[in-house]
């Protein structure tokens, strides 16, 4: 018998991707495609649906090719860019106006207008999520205000709004199933995170209709199967969640109190909550983990702006070093920072502070500081932002028992070592960082019946990784967090 493959269509922000695994989670192959980006006005960003599916299919159809055919494909599983909302049209299947991306801000005034009114308690109450552009609510009740072919797909029963993944699933089945995952639809604001569907008052508030809305379905399980006609064969779809999630998964963060970070231009956490439903008084979110067999598991997740990129500003515009693993054997090079903090608001603080007026500092430079202090404190100032984020998750009751590391910037042994010092927790860092593809293969996998649950398709799936255990000495850790605290209360 052949090893059955799994096909997950990864769709990112910048590009989309085909990648296919084997049932032990081992890469066989990828495809990809990068997205053309719109900003037809400040703060607005847009994707073309059609784009989007068209290079989806392509990729799609270059893994089918590779795996020697559809009937050699066990599932396939979606992750994708959250929040995201593609307006369409239910009788032609076409994209009714360009995608809103999920870092569009044309809903700025309207959410500020909610939180005049007074709403946001009750909203974050609900969904977990504060009043923000960021989420999908919003955007779709702007289409319908000021687009005219929305409107008037509304009118005729014929509009059709989701996200991405429902958008995807749409086509790959022409219509025939219009669904959404309980982890993007926990990222439209349309969703309680104890309801089973659309909450009728969220939709109420946010002007958007029901009727044109997907219906919420698990995260794994028989959810949908290709048309026969787009690859030889049908071919089930069995896994799908947003991708944050679905890195979640791919961490192996199934139990509560396991989180992971995503360290990229910007960092990413989330926590796993098990079957609590996350509450937080330090403007942390409260989101779907994901839904399996009708169940929820959720997750406290919280971001900050800078990370990555806070290196690549001391390349490109300070000049300070030649490439970001540099600043690895800069900050090797010294014992310490020389009494230098850098605080890296470079863009604001996001959570917790949120202090969007704040500006970056470098505090503490004497004549002993050299470049490689300077720059060992950038790193360590990643180690205490997510210490930050740490203490308020604690606050929230959701004391980090691990942190899994992804993204580019977990390449840096030194910060590995330096956050699980600083933080006092074990840092995973596994040997396949794409994480994301990952998540959604061990999704389809599950609900294709390879695995009885997502801990057995762990197992067999995701790799052991290297640890780096704590090991600061304490009162070196003291003088740190007491010197980063002196300094941000400079700001
Ligand atoms: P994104 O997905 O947000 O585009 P990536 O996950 O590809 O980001 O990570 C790239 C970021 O990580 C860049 O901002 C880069 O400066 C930073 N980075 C990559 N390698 C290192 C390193 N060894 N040390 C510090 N920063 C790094």
């Known amino acids: 018998m052949t090893e059955p493959l799994i096909l997950v269509l990864?769709?990112?922000?910048?590009?989309?991707?085909?990648?296919?695994?084997?049932?032990?989670?081992?890469?066989?192959?990828?495809?990809?495609?990068?997205?053309?980006?719109?900003?037809?006005?400040?703060?607005?960003?847009?994707?073309?649906?059609?784009?989007?599916?068209?290079?989806?299919?392509?990729?799609?159809?270059?893994?089918?090719?590779?795996?020697?055919?559809?009937?050699?494909i066990a599932a396939i599983g979606i992750t994708n860019q959250r929040e995201t909302v593609v307006a369409w049209d239910k009788a032609r299947g076409e994209p009714l106006c360009r995608a809103v991306v999920w870092q569009d801000r044309r809903t700025a005034e309207f959410c500020a207008e909610l939180r005049a009114a007074g709403h946001e308690e009750a909203v974050q109450e609900k969904t977990g999520l504060l009043l923000d552009p960021y989420f999908s609510g919003t955007k779709m009740r702007w289409l319908l205000g000021n687009d005219d072919a929305v409107a008037e797909a509304a009118r005729e029963g014929r509009l059709a709004l989701g996200t991405v993944d429902s958008w995807l699933v749409w086509k790959l089945t022409r219509g025939r199933s219009f669904i959404t995952d309980a982890s993007n639809a926990s990222r439209t604001q349309l969703l309680a995170l104890e309801g089973a569907s659309w909450d009728p008052a969220l939709c109420d508030l946010l002007g958007v209709p029901i009727s044109a809305l997907p219906a919420v379905v698990d995260n794994a399980g028989p959810l949908a199967a290709t048309h026969p006609d787009l690859f030889g064969a049908p071919i089930p779809i069995t896994g799908m969640a947003g991708d944050q999630q679905a890195a979640t998964i791919g961490q192996g963060c199934l139990a509560p109190g396991e989180t992971k970070a995503t360290f990229g231009t910007g960092a990413f956490v989330l926590a796993n909550k098990g079957a609590a439903i996350p509450r937080s008084a330090n403007r942390l979110l409260g989101t779907v983990l994901h839904q399996l067999g009708g169940r929820r598991h959720y997750a406290l997740e919280g971001s900050v702006f800078v990370a990555g990129s806070l290196f690549q500003w001391l390349r490109d515009s300070l000049q300070m070093i030649v490439s970001a693993p540099e600043s690895e054997e800069l900050a090797r090079s010294v014992p310490d920072s020389a009494g230098v903090v850098v605080i890296p608001a470079l863009s604001g603080l996001g959570a917790p502070h949120w202090r969007a007026d704040a500006r970056a500092a470098i505090t503490g430079l004497s004549f002993a500081a050299t470049r490689a202090h300077v720059v060992r404190a950038a790193l360590e100032a990643i180690s205490h932002q997510t210490q930050d984020l740490a203490a308020a998750f604690a606050a929230d009751g959701a004391e980090w028992t691990t942190l899994r590391i992804d993204g580019g910037m977990s390449s840096n042994d030194w910060l590995a070592q330096d956050l699980a010092g600083l933080l006092q927790v074990s840092v995973v860092r596994p040997d396949f960082v794409e994480t994301t593809a990952l998540g959604a293969a061990m999704l389809a996998a599950l609900g294709a019946g390879l695995y009885g649950s997502l801990a057995e398709a762990a197992a067999a799936m995701i790799g052991s990784g290297e640890r780096f255990e704590p090991g600061m000495d304490d009162a070196v850790r003291q003088r740190r967090l007491a010197g980063w605290q002196a300094a941000l209360a400079k700001l």
């Not at 081992?26 to 053309?36: D, H, I, S, T, V």
């Not at 037809?40 to 090719?65: F, Q, S």
Request: charged fraction near 25%; aromatic fraction near 6%; proline fraction near 2%.
């Open 10 to 72: 990864d769709e990112g922000t910048t590009s989309t991707r085909a990648m296919l695994f084997t049932a032990q989670g081992k890469l066989q192959g990828a495809a990809q495609e990068q997205l053309a980006q719109h900003y037809p006005r400040t703060g607005w960003v847009e994707h073309d649906a059609r784009e989007i599916w068209d290079k989806t299919l392509a990729c799609a159809r270059a893994m089918v090719a590779q795996a020697g055919g559809a009937e050699r």
